[in-house]
């Protein structure tokens, strides 16, 4: 299956209308609309981030798909090592949720709310 056609099998997926992943993303409803029926070239690596945020997949699929990223068995192998300390990413990274920047206070929130989630499971495990 080409790009364009791809793209719109995820929008559809997740559940979102284009105006919904226009909203997700801050890219335009008619620029989706024209990218999905295959009017417009592959889009910029910019605008293929903004559609993988607003899509919550993954940046890299996006550009293999568009074709900037050869897939090879090194690039998967890459992506499937060690596990990401998700409290050191929270706090040294720049973070976008449905198009808003987080900012120091909202990763803090997020940290404590994780934290308070996984309390109960982490003194479980101490017992043992």
């Known amino acids: 299956m080409d790009f364009y056609g791809k793209l719109k099998d995820y929008r559809k997926l997740k559940g979102y209308t284009i105006r919904e992943l226009s909203d997700r993303s801050g890219v335009s409803a008619a620029y989706i609309s024209q990218l999905e029926n295959g009017n417009r070239g592959v889009p910029s ?43 050191r990413f929270l706090r040294e990274n720049d973070l976008v949720f449905d198009g808003m920047e987080l900012t120091e206070q909202d990763k803090e929130w997020i940290e404590r709310m994780l934290s308070t989630l996984f309390w109960k499971e982490k003194q479980l495990r101490a017992q043992k």
């Open 45 to 87: 690596p910019d605008v293929l981030q903004k559609l993988s945020e607003g899509l919550n997949i993954p940046y890299p699929e996006l550009m293999q798909l568009a074709g900037y990223l050869d897939r090879s068995r090194e690039t998967l192998a890459v992506h499937k090592k060690a596990p990401v300390n998700l409290r």
